[in-house]
T-cell receptor, first 111, second 115 residues
Framework: DAKTTQPPSMDCAEGRAANLPCNHS???????VYWYRQIHSQGPQYIIH???NNETNEMASLIITEDRKSSTLILPHATLRDTAVYYC????????????FGGGTRLMVKP | GAVVSQHPSWVICKSGTSVKIECRSL??????MFWYRQFPKQSLMLMAT?????????EQGVEKDKFLINHASLTLSTLTVTSAHPEDSSFYIC???????????FGEGSWLTVV
């Protein structure tokens, strides 16, 4: 699976949008972009994933650039409970393919 | 999303004893489950891939005789840490792929402390 690069930490004001970037310049055509987050002392939580089109669900939006070399996870109205480590992972969708975690971005939402 | 549950959430055991951690997919069948370990302030590290009805595939550096994995049914995988030592103290997390879908969901994690 392709590697990803994320900033180690970011701050965001409560109520504002949090935009978390991810570079995946070596992504291949059949690899999806997945986002998970891990709140302290809990298992990772699935957020969203996409291949090349932008995606939106009740938690977040995922914007993937046209060349697919980078993406941005957007939390439209960050709350204190969104404070977590956010992981961007690229992965081929097949049965046995695991998720490989990098360092992630530690998002701190401040009042 | 799909629910994956681990038990126990935390356990303390004496050095030299064995401890079993269970991972269950509550509302779906999981042919493949994954076990991760996470040390404080570090990212998750994959330990092994568990396939229902067959032997687990271990990552390099993970001792298969020490970390016994059993995936006897489509909803249950177990990780047994044998002859535990203090350095095995960690946060153990399982995950499961939901059926024909490709999204992987994680359990809540299990804290193991070996004293």
């Amino acid at each position: 699976d392709a590697k990803t690069t994320q900033p180690p930490s970011m701050d965001c004001a409560e109520g504002r949008a949090a935009n978390l970037p991810c570079n995946h310049s070596t992504i291949s055509g059949n690899e999806y972009v997945y986002w998970y987050r891990q709140i302290h002392s809990q298992g990772p939580q699935y957020i969203i994933h996409g291949l090349k089109n932008n995606e939106t669900n009740e938690m977040a939006s995922l914007i993937i650039t046209e060349d697919r070399k980078s993406s941005t996870l957007i939390l439209p109205h960050a709350t204190l409970r969104d404070t977590a480590v956010y992981y961007c992972i690229v992965r081929v969708n097949n049965a046995g393919n695991m998720l490989t975690f990098g360092g992630g971005t530690r998002l701190m939402v401040k009042p | 999303g799909a629910v994956v549950s681990q038990h126990p959430s935390w356990v303390i055991c004496k050095s030299g004893t064995s401890v079993k951690i269970e991972c269950r997919s509550l509302d779906f069948q999981a042919t493949t489950m994954f076990w991760y370990r996470q040390f404080p302030k570090q990212s998750l590290m994959l330990m092994a891939t568990s396939n229902e009805g067959s032997k687990a595939t271990y990552e390099q550096g993970v001792e298969k005789d020490k970390f016994l994995i059993n995936h006897a049914s489509l909803t249950l995988s177990t990780l047994t840490v044998t002859s535990a030592h203090p350095e095995d103290s960690s946060f153990y997390i399982c995950s499961a792929r939901q059926g024909s879908g490709n999204t992987i969901y994680f359990g809540e994690g299990s804290w193991l402390t070996v004293v």
